[in-house]
C-alpha cells in the first residue's frame, strides 16, 4: 500500500515556467506542506503570477516536474482555490456581492448542485470575516476596488479550500481589510490549508509566511523569512535595499490542530 502521509501540496522539482514554450523561469525547486505558506516576492514581471497559474493548471508548464496533492497540476479543482490577479465576472455578467461569494462553493457543489443551508452559512461566513455583509445584495460592479477585492476575498474563503493560490491578495485593501486578510489566512492555515502568495507587502507575508521565495526572472533566493529577506538578497532581487535596518520576522505557530476539515 502507498502511503500518502508525507505527499507535500505541492512539489516541485527542477521547474521551468513560461509561455508558448518562451521560458520566464527555470529550475523552480520547492515543497509546500499542509498547514503551511509560502511567499513569491519580486519586481514586476519575474514570474510570480506565471507559477501560480502554473501551479493552478492554467498554464502549461515547459519542463521539469510539478506536484500538486501528488497528482498533475489541474486535476484537483475542487480543492485549490484560486484569487487570479484581475476580476472581470462582475463586468461581463450582472452579478451581486453574494452571488460572487457563492460562487466558491460551486467546486464542490458541482454544476447541478443547490446549496443548503450549511452552504448559505459558510457564505456568510466568509462574507463577515471580510466585513461585506452589508454589500451582499449590491452589484459587483458597483463596488470600489477594494471592497470587490474583500468579495473575492470572502468567494476564496467560502471554497474551504486545502490549497490557497492567491496573486496579490492585499491590492488595493485599506488598513482594515489587511488585517481582515491576515487574520483570516493565519485561520486557513490552521485549519490545515495550504498557502502560495504572491505579494508586493514583504513585511505582512513575510510575518503569515514559513517560506519565501525571492524571484527577479529566476529564483535569487528560498528559505524561512529569517534567511531569505536579507539585504544582499534584497538588492539581488529589486536593485534597492528596503529599510536600513535587519527586519525580524516570526512563523506563527497554530493554536488549533491541523487537518481538522481536511
Ligand atoms: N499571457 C502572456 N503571454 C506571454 N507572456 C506573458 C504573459 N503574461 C505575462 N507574460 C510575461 O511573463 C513574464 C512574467 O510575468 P508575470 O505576470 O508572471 O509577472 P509577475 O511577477 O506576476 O509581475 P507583477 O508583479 O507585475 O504582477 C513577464 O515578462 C511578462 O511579460
Redesign the pocket.
Known amino acids: 500500500m502507498v502511503s500518502l502521509a508525507h505527499v507535500p501540496d505541492i512539489a516541485a522539482r527542477g521547474l521551468t515556467i513560461?509561455?508558448?514554450g518562451?521560458k520566464?523561469v527555470d529550475k523552480i525547486n520547492f515543497e509546500l506542506a499542509e498547514g503551511q505558506a509560502i511567499a513569491?516576492i519580486?519586481?514586476?514581471?519575474?514570474?510570480?503570477?506565471?507559477?501560480l497559474k502554473t501551479i493552478v493548471g492554467l498554464l502549461p508548464q515547459l519542463g521539469g516536474d510539478l506536484q500538486i496533492f501528488g497528482d498533475k497540476p489541474g486535476r484537483n479543482p475542487k480543492r485549490i482555490a484560486y484569487l487570479g490577479?484581475f476580476h472581470t465576472s462582475g463586468f461581463v455578467m450582472p452579478l451581486r456581492a453574494a452571488d460572487v461569494v457563492s460562487m466558491g462553493r460551486y467546486p464542490r457543489l458541482g454544476l447541478m448542485g443547490r446549496m443548503n443551508a450549511e452552504d448559505r452559512d459558510i457564505v456568510r461566513q466568509s462574507m463577515a470575516v471580510m466585513d461585506v455583509e452589508r454589500l451582499a445584495d449590491a452589484p459587483l460592479r458597483a463596488l470600489s476596488g477594494g471592497q470587490q477585492q474583500r468579495i473575492f476575498l470572502a468567494q476564496v474563503l467560502a471554497h474551504r479550500a486545502d490549497l490557497l493560490v492567491l496573486?496579490?491578495p492585499t491590492a488595493g485593501l485599506d488598513v482594515g481589510g489587511r488585517e481582515r486578510y491576515l487574520q483570516a489566512i493565519k485561520d486557513e492555515l490552521c485549519r490545515g490549508a495550504s498557502v502560495v502568495v504572491?505579494t508586493?507587502d514583504v513585511q505582512d507575508e513575510a510575518a503569515l509566511c514559513h517560506q519565501v521565495m525571492l524571484?527577479a526572472?529566476r529564483v535569487v533566493a528560498l528559505g524561512p523569512p529569517d534567511d531569505v529577506l536579507t539585504p544582499q538578497a534584497l538588492l539581488e532581487t529589486f536593485g534597492i535595499v528596503i529599510g536600513g535596518d535587519q527586519k525580524r520576522f516570526t512563523v506563527l505557530e497554530c493554536v488549533h490542530p491541523h487537518h481538522e476539515h481536511r
Open positions: 513560461g509561455y508558448n518562451v520566464v513569491l519580486g519586481t514586476n514581471g519575474s514570474g510570480k503570477s506565471t507559477l490577479q496573486d496579490e504572491a508586493h524571484l526572472h
